[in-house]
């Protein structure tokens, strides 16, 4: 079964709301997860690396203010799409490591429409 | 710098032929490999990992992978493709520890199968 959570499945809004994304960790603590981004037929490009307890690491490029990610617990990091526009529109998937030595689990992902 | 390369945007199979797809990669370590499969709107699967020992590694669904160091290669194999198998496949590459660390991804493959 799955080890990473991602909710919503899929987001369709108006543009100007922000759009909150939960990952969670089902069956293992998780210091770190990450966020990506993937446009249709490419590949995915990382935006930032979510750390327990502290700031995240964005990737060049990336928006702070425009993607804010919380990581308040072990299990839970969020990725807040603020003031979202029909460009924010995109699949986003976010992955966590099991500290036991398995590679990244990745979530099902997120289909962010904005209209 | 760190990338990986898909050379293969697309390739079409008939169900039943075998099926190589191609993955080079540049990375300034020792480097962990991973091929993922991703199915339409869904997230990633692990396939298989190399990290070390055999060269040769085996993974779900019939799928193997072999490293080759002198050429920065991990091919992704299958004797037989069944028509389940059409999906995007992602070779994607990460430090030793990568548990913990980025992945760096190739552009994908999507595979289609012909009855």
């Known amino acids: 079964g799955a080890v990473v959570s991602q909710h919503p499945s899929r987001v369709i809004c108006k543009s100007g709301t922000s759009v909150k994304i939960e990952c969670r960790s089902l069956d293992f603590q998780a210091t770190t997860m990450f966020w990506y981004r993937q446009f249709p037929k490419q590949s995915l490009m990382l935006m930032a690396t979510?750390?327990?307890?502290?700031?995240?690491?964005?990737e060049q490029g990336v928006e702070k203010d425009k993607f804010l990610i919380n990581h308040a617990s072990l299990t839970l990091s969020t990725l807040t799409v603020t003031s979202a526009h029909p460009e924010d529109s995109s699949f986003y998937i976010c992955?966590?490591?099991?500290?036991?030595?398995?590679?990244?689990?990745f979530g099902d992902g997120t289909r962010l429409s904005i209209l | 710098a760190q990338s990986v390369t898909q050379p293969d945007i697309h390739i079409t199979v008939s169900e039943g032929a075998s099926l190589e797809l191609r993955c080079n990669y540049s990375?300034?370590?020792?480097?962990?490999l991973f091929w993922y499969v991703q199915s339409p709107g869904q997230g990633l699967q692990l396939l298989l990992k190399y990290f070390s020992g055999d060269t040769l590694v085996q993974g779900i669904k019939g799928f193997e992978a072999e490293f080759k160091r002198s050429q920065s290669s991990f091919n992704l194999r299958k004797p037989s493709v069944h028509w389940s198998d059409a999906a995007e496949y992602f070779c994607?590459?990460?430090?030793?520890?990568?548990?913990?660390?980025?992945?760096?991804f190739g552009r994908g493959t999507q595979l289609t199968v012909w009855p």
């Open positions: 994607a590459v990460g430090a030793k520890g990568s548990t913990l660390g980025r992945l760096y």
């Open positions: 979510s750390n327990e307890g502290s700031k995240a690491t964005y």
């Open positions: 990375y300034g370590a020792t480097p962990y």
């Open positions: 992955s966590a490591g099991d500290p036991g030595g398995e590679p990244q689990h």
